[in-house]
């Protein structure tokens, strides 16, 4: 290299590295996303590989721990079992609905035995972001209040037996999962259970908008379970379409975070009251108090901001509009298939099942399908002349 080459570079500044954001999001979301069903493979066979998949997943981190605490494992062990049991609710109208309530208990039971070591974890974390950690030493009054330490011997002791039994009905419920019948094929295996979850989604959220409910926390807590089941059931079909459902998919994912968030706000509320019975030094919880106010407000006016056009559409509606997605990746040749005539081919599906058939068997989106690949099949080609037209 010539001097003055080597001295010119030498002597020009460096270039600052551009450091992106939202990359750890992605990272996250990579290493945290679930494989979906596939294009040329049958419902009943995709749901039992999904099943296998997230079974041996949970057992991973059972198995083998990431670290001492064990907090990481405990949050993806749980995590599978949510997506377990919204994958055994996509199949529960088409499928034996007692064995899949079974199963359905027995993950709940598991992941509900684990989030005991998790609360003292989360009651941490919630105290952090309630102050954003500009009152470290309130913060550290605070938490010697409520009792959030780390390290208890009693956590330690139990955890792992809490991890054996997860293990083995994990194991279980993935037995049970490949000897279950599916009685519909297709689109008729999907759309029950998916229109199920989004009108119950629905229906929760409206009832925490107009403060229905007799316990507004319980309201909340069921609105978060919807979501959550509604996320993960999109997300094994997330090959479906990749700019609207998966679209569709982030912001329920993402409505999801925010009622989790909710939901850990309130229990450490709750914590607090709990503690201020035991203690006097009110002065300590009272800014505690004031601040978790304030930002659980905030935040539920986030959800519902967000919430309202997500869950604005009625269900049998939403439902057609996903059918005409799955129809277009069933089926590549009918990809010509404008937008307005699978709209037109559900709304006269929806019609002529009736209004009650549309609540109790919410199947207007297959019906649709099934229209419009008989129109689908002459897509593209040209009218042939008749008898009279050969004659002229």
Known sequence: MPAKTAKRIAAAPAKPVAV???KPVVVREAMEKVEALRQREGVRVGMVRLGRRLTRDALRHIEHPENLDRTEDIHQVRVQCKRLRALLRLLKPV??????ARE?????????????????????????RVFDDTAPRRVQDAAVMLGVTHGNPKRKRDLEAGFENAARDLREMLATLRALPVEARGWDAVAPGLQRS????????????????KHLAECFHEWRKRVKDLAYQLEFLDNVEPTVLRFMRKE??????MLGDDHDYVVFAEQVRERERHYQHLATFEPVRKRLRQRLKELRAREFALATPLLAEPPEMWIAR???LWLRWKNPRLAAVTEAQLEKAATEATVTAGTETAKT???????????TEKKGEGVGKKKRPGKAEDKK
């Open 322 to 324: 996903l059918a005409g």
């Open 104 to 128: 359905n208990a027995r993950l709940r039971d598991a992941a509900r035995a684990l989030s005991a070591f998790r609360d003292a974890f989360v009651a941490g974390e919630t105290l952090k």
């Open 198 to 213: 989004y009108s119950r989604a629905q229906t929760s959220f409206q009832k925490c908008r107009k403060h229905q409910a």
């Open 361 to 371: 068997q919410p199947v207007a989106g297959a019906e649709a399908v099934a229209k």
């Open 20 to 22: 992106e954001a939202p």
């Open 252 to 257: 329920f994912r993402r409505l999801g975070t």
């Open 95 to 100: 499928s034996d609905a007692e064995a899949l």
